[in-house]
């Protein structure tokens, strides 16, 4: 089939790769050049966190969230990008004082799932056995089956792949005005197409309903004092910082989670709590180097949760929320059993 998707960031690539496998012909829209720089998944870390999602997402989410940690590493072997996707589990931490909030935290996750008993207690040895370089703390927990895919690179490969696809013709820089069932109007043009599929994100807010975005805030920072190996997270009654690892002790900070479409700079009060709380997780950070300091939205819809809107000829998919990476092969594989593919 001769296929139209409108909007190629993460789920728009995730749908790309899938529809390729399958043999179709692609023609890609976006706003943005093909390099994604200004794409909420070039900003997300990355984390595939289906059990921490628990305390706050709906259990749609824990379910889309396992399918697509099992989806995520041959997506990736078929653009060669293997050693991007990684699943050793994740620790959850805290202050002493803090402890409360961690085990009420947990106690959540366990009261929501039957899988969440796999999740581990652990003290200050249990701790070194699994990241040394957290001997600080004497309190944490382990969750087996969660992880990360290196966002970046993920990214910047399917770029490449894309790019150098003989079934693929991508319209960088060009704004859709509108998506309708099998055409696509961009510069007082219609082109008609067999399928088309509209994954713009918040750029589809004049077409789908109740959409908005939520800003989050990430610091990438050169550490080469800390060697922590999985994602980590520090709870806080205030806020919930993350810690996720990647190539050449560069992790990635976040996240902050605010009510607004603002993509300014980040704010002193996120990059204050953000570099304090990660000072506070391991010392090695205070001379890291801040090389990178991010802001971003989320699209998302009234309930948080994500949407398939299946039409003839057309397929809509939006509201991913801060689930981005967790979700995004899950939905996309159901978008298409439910519409191209029945």
């Known amino acids: 089939m001769n296929i139209a998707i409108a909007g190629v960031g993460l789920v ?10 399958e043999g179709h012909t692609l023609t890609l829209f976006d706003e943005d050049q093909a390099n994604g720089e200004k794409a909420a998944g070039m900003t997300a870390a990355g984390m595939l966190a289906a059990f921490a999602e628990l305390e706050t997402a709906e259990s749609v989410i824990f379910k889309h969230g396992k399918r697509s940690i099992e989806l995520w590493l041959p997506l990736l072997k078929s653009i060669g990008l293997e050693d991007a996707y990684q699943l050793e589990g994740s620790i959850i931490t805290a202050h002493p004082q803090d402890y409360s909030e961690l085990d009420h935290f947990i106690a959540t996750l366990k009261s929501k799932v039957e899988e969440a008993k796999d999740i581990q207690l652990l003290d200050r040895t249990g701790i070194i ?12 927990f382990y969750i087996p089956h969660e992880g990360q895919v290196d966002a970046q690179r993920f990214m910047q490969r399917s770029t490449e792949y894309l790019l150098n696809h003989q079934n693929v013709t991508w319209h960088q820089e060009t704004k859709v005005d509108s998506v309708s069932e099998g055409a696509i109007s961009f510069n007082n043009t219609t082109e008609k197409f067999d399928w088309v599929f509209d994954s713009r994100g918040l750029g589809a807010n004049e077409q789908v309903k109740n959409l908005r975005g939520v800003r989050g805030e990430v610091l990438w920072l050169d550490a080469p004092e800390v ?6 997270r520090m709870l806080h009654p205030r806020y919930k910082i993350y810690i996720v690892p990647r190539q050449n002790n560069r992790y990635v ?3 902050t989670e605010i009510e607004s479409e603002d993509r300014s700079e980040v704010s002193v009060r996120s990059s204050l709590e953000l570099l304090s709380a990660v000072y506070s997780m391991h010392t090695g950070f205070a001379e890291a180097r801040i090389v990178k300091m991010l802001t971003n939205c989320r699209p998302t819809l009234k309930d948080n949760l994500p949407n398939i809107e299946q ?7 939006n509201g991913l ?16 059993n439910e519409g191209i593919n029945t």
């Open 12 to 21: 728009g690539r995730v749908l790309a790769l899938n529809l390729l496998q």
């Open 129 to 140: 056995a699994l990241e040394p370089d957290l001997e600080q703390h004497n309190k944490a």
């Open 227 to 232: 060697n922590i190996k999985r994602p980590t």
């Open 253 to 255: 900070i976040g996240a």
């Open 311 to 317: 039409g003839e000829k057309l397929t809509r998919i």
């Open 321 to 336: 929320y801060r689930h981005g990476y967790l979700l995004a092969p899950a939905i996309v594989e159901k978008a298409l």
